[in-house]
């Protein structure tokens, strides 16, 4: 009977260190995948920060060089406002000089011609362009030979080009040519004409525009557009 005790015993304290040998292996196991988890996720990690730097340093390279080229145009967008300043400033000199001569002349005019021109200049300037032409064109049946029959006529054909008018436009510029080969208008006709084909498209017969503005006309503020745009 003692035997059969002590051999219980020895049965129960073998199974103990058996299942004390199996839980320890199982936790070793364990700690392994554990362990190789966090190697590959290490690993993993590794790779999407290189991959993340290399973004990185991938967007500040695009960051600086659409800088640089930020900062090109707009030294190129100055230049072109500067120039375009320095054209609307002699411009308007003309322009200034043109309207002191339109009063000189219209006081040489009959009072009647004088509020035709007048009224029908009004009207081009508030943009009713068809009440514009009638009475430009009432002006140059009353004062055909007047100091300003080729202004009356000019205006008439800005009244054309502003309804989109061009064919028009570009007839009445020259007439005005034609009919009046010493007006300081010829100049701002050509170059209105040149304008119009320029935008029509047709930039060979806008250059040949433009080379007759400069070659007939080297010192005025048109022979300084006409060189920039044939440039």
């Known amino acids: 009977m003692k035997k059969i005790r002590i051999y219980i015993c020895y049965t129960v304290i073998a199974a103990a260190l058996l299942a004390s040998g199996c839980l320890s292996r199982r936790r070793f196991n364990n700690w ?52 375009s300043e320095s054209h609307l400033t002699r411009i308007s000199a003309k322009l200034g000089s043109q309207a ?8 040489q005019i009959s009072p009647e011609a004088r509020l ?18 009638k009475g430009f064109t009432s002006y140059l049946q009353i004062a055909p030979e007047s100091p300003l029959s080729d202004n009356a006529l000019y205006w008439i054909g800005e009244s054309h080009a502003a309804m989109g008018k061009n064919q028009s436009a570009v007839d009445t510029f020259r007439d005005l040519i ?22 029509a498209g047709d930039s060979k017969t806008a250059a040949r525009y433009y080379q007759q503005i400069i070659k007939d006309y080297p010192n005025s503020p048109e022979a300084t557009l006409a060189r920039d745009k044939v440039e």
């Open 32 to 83: 392994n995948w554990q362990l190789d988890s966090l190697a590959y996720y290490t690993a993993r990690i590794d790779s999407l920060l290189k991959q993340q730097n290399q973004e990185i340093s991938r967007l500040r390279i695009d960051f600086y060089t659409k800088t640089s080229e930020l900062s090109e145009k707009i030294e190129m967008l100055n230049s072109r406002i500067s120039d």
């Open 100 to 107: 002191k001569t339109e009063t000189d002349d219209l006081s």
């Open 116 to 133: 035709i021109y007048e009224s029908a200049y009004l009207n081009y300037v508030k943009g009713n362009y068809d009440d514009a032409i």
């Open 178 to 199: 034609e009919r009046y080969p010493e007006s300081t208008k010829r100049p701002t006709a050509l170059y209105k004409i040149a304008i119009i084909y320029e935008q």
